[in-house]
């Protein structure tokens, strides 16, 4: 017969699945137990082995619909074997061509993968013939069943009708989806881990209508776990004698069910501690958080109202700005992990909340853009944020983007290069090294630093670099190092490598004291020098002092080695010998314990002797007993209990010298095997009194769990058991549900019953987060209640800029001077439709020669002058002064001959009230009315408003150029107007806008 462990089949476990319903994993709340209703939601926590995939828990490393990730389900014929989808077949199939044939009988694979039979032949015990033989059946069919093409004509096969699904019992006889053929019959198979319950595969281990057995329903608020029924409590809490208890702060389970602490001592972080923990405080014997504890809010016994909650030690209608009453505690619904965008939303393992949204867990110094981990401080597609990309010809530096590059560094074509170090930009961008050069200190040069050289372009210390040891290329060979620029034999401690040899300069009399220090003639190198003769104490044995008492290759005598296991001691070979042994004809002996020289070499006990402490002895101490010629207790020595050499099985210990189950303390042997009848269900009080489906066994007695009641023989929970409200038998009316012990009315999911109404406390602004907590109304907004928390949303054009939600939405955006278009926002002059504007053709203090009128554009003048030929009509420092309030962040310069007759450039910073990053600096300029190319500005100390300086291009006194010039040693001071090539004097102009 075909035993179970010939599958897993997944070709028939996944139509079986089909067929009957079968689920992939354990149900999280409740599960299909013919017909009987779970009367509470219960929070499961996976097993480790498990992952929650939706409502269940599943395997999955073999659950083939959830294969290493949930919702990756194998293909029909494929198992899910470690985490992968692979193709199994059942014993005495083979994969051939992603599918499982019978090699004994299938045509087209007969005997090995793609060895068909000929027209008209069959396939017979592996080998192709005209005939099956008396062990197979002769059947006829399509190619399909053949197994090989045969044109569309009916051909013969062999059939195994004992095995074969298809001919199960005879030809023809097809088992159906989720059957195989066991001796000839069709019967149902289920994976291993799964058994066939009520003509379904069921996990028996973690079902909960079919817990340990079939039928074996688990109880209101119970889930099966290792064929068990538990308790299943909430995540913080842990099950200690059918009790959800907090073993991190409950005084009677303190870190661990039942460990309670001493009078005096609280339990703070699962320890019993004299004080708690920092950032709680004892209340009662209980450590509470003061700051969001609504029952000691601020002070132990301080109990916030009713619709208020505890934030920062405070009772408050609401939790502060950025937190959200979650159950009472304010959480901050952006970065909480547990909470995470929504109260009870936790971010699953590896995930952080970052957003009120779970991410990827970046390491530091990244920040997780769209699942990918970016740097924002050097990113130029992430620079300061996600998603914020830098311009072209800019680069993310510091997490900004910059025409220029940090300290040190300047940008070339959008790349930030070091100009002192870089090969391809040596002192400026583009400037590359010849060959045979290096970059150093910002010029192309033909050697590198003092102490190395330049192999190839790259600085190397050819004294010591093991690729160009003592020149460019020159590679040591293995084992050798590069020292002193040869390459070198790595040689052990205590030698020394004297031109690629290793030798002991000690007493080598070619390398007495040094490499290369030969000793004369009738010499010997003794402790590194050479010497007439040796040191006292050694002897010259060849050329080398020897000290002849203790050296074991020349013991008494030059050559004369000790043999092995011996040792040279004051010039002779002696055994050697372990604390407490003692030699005896070279061999070593313990005197106190061997019968052969007990006490004294060579003096041998008596038959029926042992030698205990020296001394043959005929019994032994005590209770004990000769056996094999040492003492033992028969007692309770267990290789020999009772009589010598009989040996106690394995699980059994001599007890009076009987062989007996032994089991630990506080088990009990039930039929050979060690049971715990205070907790067993199955052996409640002693052996073999198996307690009720649903009830536990506590303290050796069949018990409901708790917080259920009995109730005529059935546990039931009177606290939301409809059938037994309140009280046993007390059954609630159609339309009610049991909350707290009462009959109320039965909203649907989401909803609480407020005094008869149903309704949503987590967007009902009358009812948000608890009955009868109306949200107030603000000014400028409309009222919002949030996952339970009340809040406001400014109607459009209004701002909360204060951070007080007593005064709701107080400033209006659109004319609000100090918060103009967005909070803080302080405008100089005056806000309109939320923007600052300037509300005349100059600024205020304004002086000098008026220009043209740009105000229609937003422009206002700050600076007039007009430049005369050979004169210095501007100063060279503070002549832009009435320009330079932060207010005002960009600028227009314009020149010409007169205000009709002028070309201008436009500025995106103003750099008078912000200096210039770099000279030049490029990207600045965004408009101006005549065609130029080019894009740098120009500022003697990145300041156009002191010493000497010029805008867009030029050197400041190269009047051809499309050049305006701003100092006192050019022909005029102010250039050529942007390439107007002016003869005379010409006007300036400054202009800007907020």
Do not use: K
């Not at 290493?68 to 293909?75: D, K, V």
């Not at 193709?87 to 994969?95: K, N, R, Y």
Request: aromatic content about 2%; proline content about 3%; some cysteine.
């Amino acid at each position: 017969m075909m035993t179970r462990q010939l599958f897993p089949w997944i070709a028939i476990a996944a139509l079986g699945a089909a067929l009957f319903g079968c689920t992939s994993g354990t149900a999280i709340v409740g599960g299909n137990d013919g017909g009987s209703t779970m009367d509470v939601a219960v929070d499961v926590q996976c097993t480790t082995a498990q992952t929650r995939c939706g409502a269940a828990c599943v395997d999955p490393q073999s659950d083939p619909d959830n294969c290493g990730s949930c919702g990756t389900r194998c293909a029909r014929i494929e198992a899910c074997v470690m985490g992968r989808c692979a193709l199994q077949c059942p014993t005495g199939q083979a994969a051939c061509d992603g599918r499982c044939v019978d090699l004994a009988t299938d045509r087209a694979n007969c005997g090995v993968c793609g060895t068909a039979c000929a027209s008209g032949q069959v396939c017979a015990n592996r080998q192709c013939g005209l005939e099956c033989g008396a062990s197979l059946a002769t059947c006829a069919g399509s190619a399909s069943d053949a197994g090989a093409s045969d044109g569309g004509a009916g051909e013969r096969y062999c059939a195994n009708t004992r095995t074969d699904r298809n001919n199960c019992g005879g030809c023809g006889m097809a088992c159906a989806a989720g059957q195989i053929c066991d001796n000839g019959v069709c019967t149902l198979s289920c994976p291993a881990g799964q058994s066939a319950c009520g003509g379904r595969c069921i996990d028996l281990s973690a079902d909960n209508a079919n817990c340990g057995a079939c039928g074996t329903a688990c109880a209101s608020g119970q889930v099966c776990s290792a064929g068990t029924c538990q308790v299943s409590c909430l995540a913080g809490t842990t099950n200690c004698s059918g009790a959800c208890r907090d073993l991190t702060t409950d005084n009677a389970h303190c870190g661990a069910c039942g460990t309670a602490c001493p009078s005096g001592q609280v339990c703070s972080g699962g320890m019993c501690q004299v004080s708690c923990l920092a950032g709680t405080t004892n209340c009662s014997g209980a450590c509470r958080d003061l700051q969001v504890s609504n029952a000691n809010c601020g002070a132990c016994g301080m109990a916030c109202a009713s619709g208020q909650v505890c934030s920062a030690g405070t009772c408050q209608v609401s939790c502060l700005a950025g937190t959200t009453d979650c159950s009472g505690a304010c959480r901050d619904l952006t970065t909480d992990n547990a909470n995470c965008g929504a109260c009870g939303t936790a971010c699953a393992p590896g995930q952080l909340c970052s957003g009120g949204m779970c991410r990827v867990s970046c390491a530091a110094g990244t920040t997780n853009c769209s699942g990918a981990c970016r740097d924002l401080a050097t990113d130029n597609a992430n620079c300061g944020g996600c998603g914020t990309s830098c311009d072209p010809g800019q680069v993310c530096s510091g997490g900004m983007c910059r025409v220029s590059c940090a300290a040190g560094t300047s940008n070339c074509t959008g790349v930030c290069r070091d100009l002192q170090t870089d090969n391809n930009n040596c002192g400026e961008c583009g400037t590359s090294c010849a060959p045979g050069q290096v970059c150093s200190g910002g010029m192309c040069r033909v050697s590198c630093a003092a102490g190395t050289t330049n192999c190839t372009g790259v600085c190397r210390d050819l004294q010591s670099d093991n690729a160009n040891c003592g020149g460019c290329g020159t590679a040591c060979a293995p084992g050798q190092l590069c020292s002193g620029g040869m390459c070198r034999v790595s040689c052990a401690a205590g030698t020394t490598n004297c031109a690629g040899v290793c030798r002991d300069v000690q007493t080598d009399n070619a390398n007495c004291g040094a490499c290369g220090l030969g000793c004369p003639d009738g010499q010997l190198c003794s402790g590194g020098m050479c010497r007439v003769s040796c040191v006292a104490g050694t002897t010259n044995c060849a050329g080398v002092c020897r000290d002849l008492q203790t050296d074991n290759a020349n013991c008494g005598g030059c050559g004369m080695p000790c043999a092995p296991g011996s040792a040279c001691q004051a010039g002779v070979c002696a055994v050697t010998c372990a604390a407490g042994t003692t030699v005896c004809s070279n061999t070593c002996r313990d005197l106190q314990t061997d019968r052969a020289h007990c006490g004294a070499c060579g003096t041998a006990c008596a038959a029926g002797q042992v030698c205990a402490s020296g001394v043959c002895a005929v019994s032994c101490p005590g209770t004990q007993s000769v056996c094999g010629g040492r003492c033992v207790d028969l007692q309770t020595d267990s290789a020999n209990c009772g009589v010598c050499n009989t040996a106690c099985s394995a699980g059994q210990a001599c007890q009076g010298g009987v062989c007996v189950v032994r089991c630990p303390t506080g088990l009990s042997n039930c039929g050979g095997l060690c049971r715990d009848v205070t907790v067993d269900t199955n052996n409640c009080g002693g052996c073999g009194v198996v307690c009720p489906s649903g009830r536990l066994c506590t303290a050796g007695a069949c018990t409901c769990p708790a917080p259920l009641r009995d109730c005529s023989g059935a546990c039931r929970d009177v606290q939301t058991d409809p059938l037994a409200c309140g009280a046993c038998g007390n059954a609630c009316p159609a339309g009610q549900a049991c909350n707290a012990g009462l009959c109320v009315a039965l909203c649907g999911t989401g909803q609480t019953n407020c005094s008869g109404s149903c309704r949503s406390l987590g967007s009902d602004i009358a009812h948000c987060g608890a009955c009868g907590n109306v949200c107030p109304t603000r000014a400028n907004a409309t009222t919002t209640c949030t996952s339970g928390g009340c809040g406001f949303a400014c109607v459009t054009g209004f701002r909360d800029c204060n951070g007080n939600p007593a005064d709701g939405c107080e400033v209006n955006l659109a004319s609000d001077n100090a918060n103009c278009g967005a909070c803080g926002n302080v405008c100089a002059t005056s806000c309109s439709a939320g923007a600052c504007v300037l509300t005349g053709r100059t600024i205020p203090g304004f002086s000098g020669q008026l220009g043209p009128d740009y105000s229609n554009e937003g422009w206002s003048q700050c600076v007039g002058y007009f430049d005369q030929v050979n004169s210095d009509d501007i100063p060279n420092s503070g002549w832009a002064n009435p320009c330079a309030s932060s207010t005002y962040r960009r600028l227009r310069l314009a020149c010409g001959a007169s205000a009709g007759a002028v070309r201008y450039i436009d500025v995106s910073r103003n750099v008078f009230a912000t200096p210039l990053v770099s000279y030049p600096e490029t990207g600045l300029i965004y408009n101006r009315n005549y065609p130029a190319s080019d894009n740098h500005i120009y500022a003697d100390g990145n300041n156009p408003n002191t010493g000497v300086s010029w805008w867009d291009n030029g050197n400041g006194c190269n009047e051809g150029s499309n050049s305006i010039t701003i100092n006192n040693i050019c022909t005029y001071d102010v250039a050529n107007c942007f390439g107007q090539n002016l003869p005379g004097s010409r006007y300036l102009y400054v202009y800007v806008q907020p």
